[in-house]
């Protein structure tokens, strides 16, 4: 008689190997591993056979970039999606993402479950749960690093006694996650909010004091909200981001230092390195101010509001979700021009832009002589736009008003 | 018989030199000039005497910094009012003032109007008028500059007949405006968005080029959402903005460039220098996200937004305005502790915090073996957090929602 | 020579009938005059043969009851639009219609203005002027009745110079505009906010004293947000509207009274009749509670208020509108379903309502033994759901909190 | 040795009498009944007696009706606190004060824990638990008919063999709640949404039908946002809210039938009566269009949506909520005045309201010739307001937003 089989999301690590076996002995089932390469620079061909090794039946690895890009980031930036104004939701992002694969082999293999190597004090176990039961509700979801509580030396031991080989650098003081969106560091001394990070907690960008002294302008490219270009040379978006990360880690560009409240009800301290990200995210919302309405741009603050505190707190395939994707699409049909920036010392300033649908009216704005705007039509304007304020002042009497604020004392 | 009195807001500068004389000669009104000095480092003895020079019956002079920066700049500070969440309102928040002031002096003086010096296309006429208006709904207001229709030759010409002195720089490139939450600059060759703004439209930061190469870390406490001392010393709030404006511009900190939404209909490119705003708003909040909870936190940013914009709007007097202040009093309660802030190479980046009412639960967030979470808890929440979109996939089925998504290919 | 041509907006009244004179002989134009059926009962033969009468060059009779229903009615029901909670916005939802015709036919005709009878204080010139300006930033717009500045007496005169038919009820005591979304009624009487509207000022209702003692109890179908079928027959939407203000009517359903803040700044209490709208709204809503996830039904009031709020202020054609609309088309896929209304004594109330689609699920509801909720999950749930407030609590001592509140006396 | 102690929210129901008992058992603790008096219409005396025969060592029977009104509702009302625009949370404001009452007891008392008697599926568990943690975070609470799992057979076999009396009418279809501001029915057959509510779940309201024939008109005077006097006589609070009670009930004023979005991520039909809360929210919100500004109108709703989620949601003793209240208090100093409501056929119509403070002005707002509006400053307005659209239009050319409606066909 054949064995249920669960997929699980496999990294190679010592949490998802113990997995393995672990789930085999608990719950009975076979595991297929599914092995992702998002941007984090893992070697797939290792991870399969680290896999197999520890006794999955099947290793199935997927080059998952473009995936994430085309359906994933580029949503978010059209939404200028930044958790609490600051986080750009790289880690949050990918999430769906790979539910969406764990699912979509598990129907393919048959499997009657799924399992991820989340903890339970984290925000990416509900993304995954979440994800998972919005996509397939029929399927049972396994969280052994949850359900084991094991302590890292119980851990050890187990691995020890099952043939699981141990890393040597086991002891990494901080926890990473890492994509092309951008890296997270948590844990060890970043504990302490009161402590600066240390540059250990940073990887992907220089301290300022190792920058270069000559800044790099770069030119981007969008149509319709999506980079297409860099520099005047078209490319695809895996490479242009990746080519971003480069740069802007080079500058350091890009590094964020959050402590963020949690979906779970904690608050934590996080260490983010977002190039990419947060050049692409900056220039998109410089060319949307070249290109929205004020009615627009004002009122799709609250969309991506809502938008990036979804996606942190996992609710991607939520309707919600499409419906303020359905909004923000709307508005992107005119985000198109080019973006000047320049990387310097850890800046990713925007110093020009230019697009064919740009709003900005010089003859309107000038104050110089061909200034086209009806200077007569503000008299008229004003008395309009503050009646409500005037009435309120006749009826309470402006003494009123002034009665709340403090006096003044003036010399003559 | 005694003439109508009006009081002028004088700057000393050509516009309302000429407007003394202009109402004088078109209203029959006896002017009086009030000159004020909100930090824009104007000496007010001379501003006296180029008033009663032109023809001023009455010159009234006062230091309004400190009314400024108690009155207005530390609701915006606690509201981290930043319009579009860019420009931290410095000019738009002394409007408010100015015309207190104004109403002010006109009741004391028996006056039956005020008038200011705006033009017709910009924010400050508004905010002056409708301001002016809820403080006293019965002054008549005058607006010479936006009247008289005259262009820049006229006006040399007018001055020139009437005695007015011509200053010496007219030809200034940028129409500036300045006080101690920051300076603006706009016009000139800032109206080609495509165009770099050229470091002569910057006067209080340095180019991050010239900036040291040696950090400055600062520490700065916070009561009650106030900033009240700067490395331990306490200081008064004037000094302790001023000498943040000093040591920011020196590293390059608060240059911003924004294709704003101007309330008249408009966008406009202006360039702005606000070192000690960007400073304490970034300080304060991040001491927020330590000491407010989720909740206020997340809501928070819907009020300080919807403040942003009547500031921006010329409504301070409006009886919203006060309903949302009170929103942000009752939040600022607890935003007490101190704040390290490096500053570098245009940086000013929070490196720690502390408070004795931080939220920030150690025992709580840590992953060492002292965690306090309990993490079964996860399972219950995480079930009833997704019940919406697990029911919503039962009934639509999951295909449904993946069909909306495109197809995965992977390699095994 | 030709001259040029205007199109007029034209009612058939008298202020649109003195307004085809007064263009020519003020402007010069040729007039083209646009009669158009919105539901309000007129004879559009008659409307023709009056605007030839009083000189129009061309007359043009349009029917657009089918394109006010499908065009600018059901986009509004899919967003339950009611202006501050009560108006569902009749009048204002065929401003951006009838600007569209005159639009179209302005250049179909070759004219190189368009005109409209609205008065220089209400919101409708806003809606026409600013949607015409949308559709096509190159006509020119004229307001004769805000631009001519008569008295009635003047304008009696002027059309008895003229030539022009003077009603015989005349002084209607009423500002009276209508279509087949609703009846509003302004002016008169009804200035006074503490006087009962009286019955005169209603048309299409019944008063509560005499409407039947029998209710009469509907079912309708909605598909995808859109009403398709009356106690399960198929109509068309026009028919349906009238059937619905027909049997609403009869019942007393739909009368509002509303003092309401306008667009130009000032309250004003309008009287209107909605029947078939707010059945229709009411009904969708419910329907929407049985299908819409949590999180939509609640996010989408959100984007509801913004909607009517921007259909109120005249911004049917701005950008925003379209990303809107976006959103709410996106969340209305699932809106389908029956809902059972009954109409009693002013009241449709929604008895009953079933869906295919409906989330309400028995099962998870049920307080009986077939209960498939698990209760278990409630407790890891309100752990998380509260930590906050309990981390909160603790730092800050729940003696701090009860201080704010009054003490308890109780007797044992 | 003395055992620990916890206070029990006591109703005299069998659930809880079972409680006294079981957690005896279960914990080791005695018992303390609390009873209260919200307005259910309680025996205050019998429930003494029954908590004392089934074993609790002690009880305390309080009147909280005032406080209830007083510290509860009052803010409520200010906020015309609807869940979801529909239910005036009758229920879920009672919870806040129950949970400070246990704990205040509690802390008298010297007891270790509370206990309350929801299920592991409503709403109330969540507002308990997360209030009594708000105000005590060290109290153990204690939720005996979630942990205990008794079906009724159960509960009934186990209250037999301890002596604990079974009520006669045990098998009530439904599940009700009372207090002042109003009743709550769920169960039973309500748990299909197709059927119409059965007389039998309505206890405070008369049907339609058997409503008076001719209508009750009164006037209600508010101070500052809360009602002080009924038909000119000054009445307190909870008797002014127990009048209306009555005299809406009689009128079949106050019936509410929802499907509405629990916290726990379910939906559930429920039917609420009330009479009072619906007479006093709308005559209150009416007397807000008089009084308040557009600004403050407008953006009050986004308040009273959140503070009504977080009231229904458990969160009343979050920090947010006194946030949110310190907004509405500010803009109620102004909403003083009388309202006239007509109570007839389920009908609680505004028919006229005045202010002292009112902000219509019937000089602005007429139609007749003592017309104090300036028309001409709407052609300004228009020009500014619709500024944004018309440069879009100018830039996108009216072709393309054309393109996007159907086609007009018109018939001349």
Not at 235 to 252: P, Q, R, S
Request: glycine share 8%; hydrophobic share 40%; charged share 25%.
């Amino acid at each position: 008689m054949t064995k249920p089989k669960v997929v699980l999301a496999y990294s190679g690590g010592l949490d998802t190997s113990i997995s393995v076996k672990w789930i085999q002995e608990k719950y009975g089932y076979d595991v297929i591993a599914l092995g992702l390469d998002v941007g984090e620079g893992k070697d797939l061909e290792t991870i399969r056979q680290k896999a197999l090794d520890v006794g999955a039946i099947k290793a199935i690895m997927v080059d998952a970039k473009e995936m994430l890009a085309k359906d994933y980031l580029m949503p978010a930036l059209k939404a200028n999606a930044l958790y609490e104004g600051k986080y750009p939701l790289s880690s949050a992002l990918s999430r769906p993402l790979i539910s969406k694969l764990l699912v979509d082999v598990a129907e393919q293999e048959g499997a009657v479950a799924v399992a991820h190597g989340c903890t339970g004090k984290g925000n990416d176990q509900v993304r995954f749960e979440v994800s998972i039961q919005a996509l397939n509700p029929d399927l049972e979801v396994i969280a052994p690093v949850r359900e084991w509580g094991m302590t890292r030396d119980e851990q050890i031991k187990y691995a020890e006694e099952k043939g699981i080989p141990i890393p040597v650098n086991l002891e990494n003081p901080f926890s990473i996650d890492a994509n092309i969106w951008g890296r997270a560091c948590e844990a060890g001394v970043l504990e302490d909010p009161w402590m600066e990070a240390p540059e250990a907690a940073y990887a992907w960008t220089n301290p300022i004091e190792k920058t270069p002294d000559t800044p790099d302008t770069i030119e981007l490219e969008f149509e319709k909200g999506v980079p297409v270009a860099l520099n005047g040379k078209p490319m695809d978006l895996v490479a242009l981001i990746e080519k971003l990360n480069d740069l802007g880690g080079l500058h350091g560009v890009g590094r964020i230092d959050h402590t963020e409240n949690r979906l779970v009800g904690i608050k934590s301290r996080e260490v983010y390195e977002n190039p990419a990200a947060m050049i692409l995210i900056n220039a998109h919302k410089e060319l949307e101010f070249l290109t929205l309405t004020r009615e627009v741009s004002q009122y799709k603050v609250n969309v991506e509001q809502q938008m990036s505190k979804m996606i942190y707190d996992g609710l991607w395939y939520s309707p919600l979700q499409p419906a303020l994707q359905a909004f923000i699409e709307e508005t992107q049909d005119v985000v198109t021009g080019t973006v000047k920036v320049k990387l310097f010392k850890g800046h990713y300033n925007v110093t020009g832009k230019k697009s064919p649908v740009s709003l900005y009216n010089e003859e309107l704005s000038t104050y110089s002589k061909d200034d086209a705007f009806d200077h007569n039509a503000a008299v008229g304007f004003i008395k309009l736009w503050g009646l409500p304020t005037k009435v309120n002042a006749d009826v309470h009497k402006a003494e009123a008003i002034k009665a709340k604020k403090v006096p003044v004392s003036m010399n003559e």
